[in-house]
């Protein structure tokens, strides 16, 4: 058993002058035992180092975007050349064109894209074009999808289709959350009671087109084909928040695998290599409401900074290589296939929701297709995995809501030595 000694110790240090002890609260350990996080020192591929001296294999993946694993030479390169040129210029670059034209061939919907810093900005700036080009004020979101932390999307559903949501967070006016409808995802009934209870007040229709949030969960047959049609008919645009799902299953975004377009697109993680990034794009003449073209305001001091394009740029060049797609997900079949066989073998009451090489495993009986079946999954028995596991070197997102991401960097001894360990912990903690 690992001891976290070192951790422990900064706990109370980081506390006294980060407020939590952490950067943001997904990294504390509140949900499994309120235990010190474990403090990272250095990562190198699929491996991570803690400050005592513990070697995890990681599927955290820093929440995504680190889908070659840490510290690749080739992301280090681009971002150490950079760096030697001038880190920001405030300027146009020819780094920013390049990699748009990247993401650009990657993904066709994205006639016109902007780089941010964050899928927060991303996401807040399609919402904010959408009202702009509609002059409507509504949107509509699933229960359970995250857009990140601006004030329109931190509203919870209220509790039915018909109902105007609620603020999830204080600090959000109550106001603002009359402008934001919550429906259940994967539910097409709930979503036209709402479309036509709302009608033509309805600005966009906002969602994750393969859930991450709450754990990986694809959409049911011709969901998003209705949802595009009936939000079309509506005069409402559609918004893919693709912040984790681009790039993550294929080179290009869900909308790519599942051949469904959406009006607007927010990115984020993946393309910025693990550097802060945040984009969002879409067809020309909705984008054309953003200034210096249109009356929709947005900027950025950082945006399209050369640190993150460099860095984005070379992550792309890495993914885009032939097989790396088709190894995640032999890797994430395997890892599946390993889970699934454990389960049976100390009759846990598990599922697993996997799409190539993300997986989320819910203490649950049933097949997760939305939040609240996802929220009724067994936390205790999450803290129980969660801290078997970081107590004998895997490191998992310390939420029952998260997913296992894979990286190019895992190799099968690492799925072997992953479950090894995960059959220590069914077999002595469960
Ligand atoms: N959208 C989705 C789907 C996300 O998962 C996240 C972050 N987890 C965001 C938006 C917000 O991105 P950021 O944390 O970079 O602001």
Redesign the pocket.
């Known amino acids: 058993m690992y001891s976290h000694k070192k951790s422990e110790a900064l706990r109370a240090e980081a506390e006294n002058v980060i407020l939590g002890g952490v950067n943001s609260p997904s990294r504390s350990y509140k949900a499994v035992g309120d235990r010190a996080p474990v403090v990272m020192d250095r990562g190198e591929g699929a491996y991570f180092y803690d400050v005592d001296g513990n070697r995890y294999i990681d599927y955290l993946g820093a929440?995504?975007p680190i889908i070659t694993g840490h510290a690749h030479p080739r992301i280090h390169e681009a971002i150490a050349e950079q760096s030697s040129k001038g880190i920001l210029y405030g300027a146009p670059t020819t780094l920013e064109i390049d990699f748009g034209k990247k993401i650009k061939e990657a993904i066709p919907s994205l006639e016109r894209v902007r780089f941010v810093n964050?899928?927060?900005?991303a996401?807040m700036t399609t919402i904010r074009i959408a009202r702009a080009y509609t002059g409507r004020n509504k949107i509509l979101k699933f229960e359970g999808?995250?857009?990140?932390?601006s004030d329109l999307v931190l509203v919870a559903a209220g509790s039915g289709p018909a109902q105007l949501g609620t603020p999830d967070s204080a600090g959000v006016p109550k106001g603002v959350a009359e402008d934001v409808i919550t429906v259940p995802f994967n539910n097409l009934d709930d979503f036209k009671t709402a479309i036509s209870h709302f009608k033509d007040e309805i600005a966009a229709v906002l969602v994750?087109p393969i859930v991450?949030?709450f754990g990986i969960v694809e959409p049911e047959d011709g969901f998003l084909e209705a949802i595009n049609e009936i939000s079309h008919d509506n005069g409402s645009l559609v918004i893919y928040?693709e912040?984790?799902t681009a790039f993550r299953f294929m080179f290009g975004g869900a909308q790519n695998l599942l051949d469904v377009e959406p009006d607007l697109t927010?990115l984020?993680?993946i393309i910025g290599g693990g550097t802060p990034i945040?984009a969002y794009g879409g067809r020309k003449d909705i984008m054309e409401s953003v200034a210096p073209l249109g009356p929709a305001y947005q900027a950025g001091t950082m945006a399209g900074n050369p640190l993150s394009m460099a860095a984005g740029l070379a992550c792309l060049e890495i993914l885009e290589q032939p097989g790396v797609y088709e190894t995640l997900d032999n890797l994430g079949e395997k890892l599946e296939d390993g889970l699934v066989d454990l389960i049976d073998k100390y009759d846990i009451t598990a599922t697993i929701n996997r799409l190539k090489g993300a997986l989320t495993i819910y203490f649950t009986e049933e097949s997760v297709t939305d939040y609240t079946m996802a929220e009724a999954s067994d936390g205790e028995e999450f803290a129980k995995f969660f801290n078997g596991l970081i107590n004998r070197g895997i490191n998992i997102a310390p939420s029952k809501y998260e997913a296992w991401f894979l990286t190019t960097e895992h190799t099968e001894a690492d799925i072997e030595e992953t479950l090894a360990i995960v059959e220590d912990v069914f077999k002595n903690d469960f």
């Open positions: 929440y995504g964050s899928g927060t900005e996401v999808c995250y857009h990140g932390h994750e991450g949030n928040d912040v984790i927010a984020g993680k945040g």
